[in-house]
């Protein structure tokens, strides 16, 4: 069975190994680390993911019992979401692309989106994720991205007024 442990322990030792012995060497442990986009495999892999979170969550009656939102999803197409959402992922996450829509806070003001309804879709984001197999340290990656617009996008606090 494969022990990615010992792979990361083995590899430590042979670095440790090669940089005592060879200056050399050291260009190759600065070799920069592939950016985020890159590492989730480009831009195919990242629409297939998000094709299916928009699926996902323009489906989900957690979501949709916010009357804002599910009037939202009557005149908002999920293709557009979907070009939108990849487009962004792929810029945020260092790849070849310029994300044109609105800001997080602008899009989502009128929508009244709680933080149990963050909740629900990090949840269903995190699902996604893992339906696809997406390594922990880009998960992590991930949801960092997401979690840093939660203050745009959320606008009723759990506790109430
Ligand atoms: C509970 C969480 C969320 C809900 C319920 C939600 C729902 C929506 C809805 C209904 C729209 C269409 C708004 C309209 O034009 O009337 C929208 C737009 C959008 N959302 Fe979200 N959203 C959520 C979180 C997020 C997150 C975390 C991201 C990305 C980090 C995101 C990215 C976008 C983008 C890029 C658009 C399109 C903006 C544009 O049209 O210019 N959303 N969202």
Redesign the pocket.
């Known amino acids: 069975m494969f022990n990615p442990e010992l792979k990361y322990l083995k590899s430590f030792c042979l670095s440790a190994f090669i940089l005592a012995g060879s200056p050399g060497a050291l260009a190759q442990s600065d070799a920069p680390v592939p950016s985020l986009f890159d590492r989730l495999g480009g831009l195919a892999p990242i629409s297939v993911v998000v094709n299916d979170f928009i699926d996902v969550?323009v489906a989900d009656s957690v979501?949709n019992a916010?009357e804002a939102?599910e009037a939202?999803?009557k005149?908002?197409p999920a293709p557009?979401?979907k070009y939108?959402?990849t487009a962004?992922v792929c810029e945020v996450t260092g790849g070849p692309c310029s994300?044109q829509?609105?800001d997080?806070k602008t899009?989502?003001a009128?929508?009244n989106?709680t933080a149990a309804?963050?909740d629900?879709?990090v949840m269903l984001f995190k699902d996604v994720l893992a339906k696809h197999q997406v390594p922990e340290t880009e998960t992590g990656e991930l949801l960092d991205?997401?979690g840093s617009?939660?203050a745009d996008?959320v606008a009723v606090s759990m506790s109430g007024p």
Do not use: P
């Open positions: 969550v979501l916010n939102v939202s999803r005149v908002v557009y979401l939108q959402v962004m994300y829509g609105r997080m899009a989502h009128h929508l989106i309804e963050w629900q879709m991205i997401v617009t939660q996008i």
